[in-house]
């Protein structure tokens, strides 16, 4: 069960991961989701984010993604987690500056996959279904007026933390959502921080036995 302490989550009452992501609400842009450890770390033993993650995590996941048009993630980590198309509905946009593609169970689905690199290399290498997007050195440099082009609207960003720190570079980061593995009972509002960004504004907060939930605007 999810504990409600601080502001949308408080104002609504959420006490599980699908009331916990109404309170959240839509959004129009980006939103970034991670799950970190206490000591800020983005991955497990075994290298992936799966080995920190739990139950009301991956449903509260889940959730965002049924809200969202296109779901961005890094090819390093598209590989590592094995991501498949989004039985959500929404599509799939994969960034490689190096065009290595390899490896990734999605471009193998029936749904095209977006993929963004600076590079051809590697591009003839996958089906053909599959759309390649050419992009300068800095990835995101143009990215909100092709997603508006192309009709995404709510955009969930779930790379790494490398990718994730160039998009908040670039300024283009709404909302983030971090879940925090596993849960300190000390903490409280006036604890949290953005790994992101220093100067987030924390609009939401919420615990459970396993883990703390906040959502940032930004």
């Not at 963004?116 to 007026?145: C, D, M, Q, Y």
């Amino acid at each position: 069960m999810i504990k409600p302490i601080f502001g949308l989550a408080r104002a609504s009452g959420a006490t599980d991961p699908e009331s916990l992501c109404a309170a959240y609400g839509t959004w129009t842009g980006i939103r970034s989701n991670h799950v970190i450890t206490q000591s800020g770390k983005f991955s497990g033993s075994d290298g992936s984010s799966r080995s920190i993650s739990n139950h009301d995590d991956r449903a509260l996941l889940i959730q965002m993604r049924s809200l969202s048009d296109l779901i961005l993630v890094d090819a390093a980590t598209a590989r590592l987690e094995k991501y498949r198309t989004p039985s959500s509905g929404a599509l799939l946009a994969i960034f490689s500056l190096s065009g290595d593609f390899d490896g990734i169970p999605a471009l193998e689905d029936q749904t095209p996959t977006f993929l963004f690199s600076a590079s051809a290399e590697g591009i003839n290498k996958v089906p053909p279904k599959n759309v390649h997007v050419r992009i300068p050195s800095k990835p995101f440099e143009g990215f909100l007026t092709w997603a508006s082009s192309n009709g995404f609207k709510s955009i969930l960003l779930e790379a790494g933390p490398t990718l994730t720190a160039l998009a908040f570079e670039a300024g283009i980061v709404r909302q983030s959502a971090v879940t925090r593995t596993p849960n300190a009972s000390s903490d409280s509002p006036g604890d949290q921080q953005n790994p992101f960004d220093k100067d987030a504004v924390l609009v939401s907060f919420a615990q459970s036995e396993d883990a703390s939930f906040s959502l940032w605007t930004h």
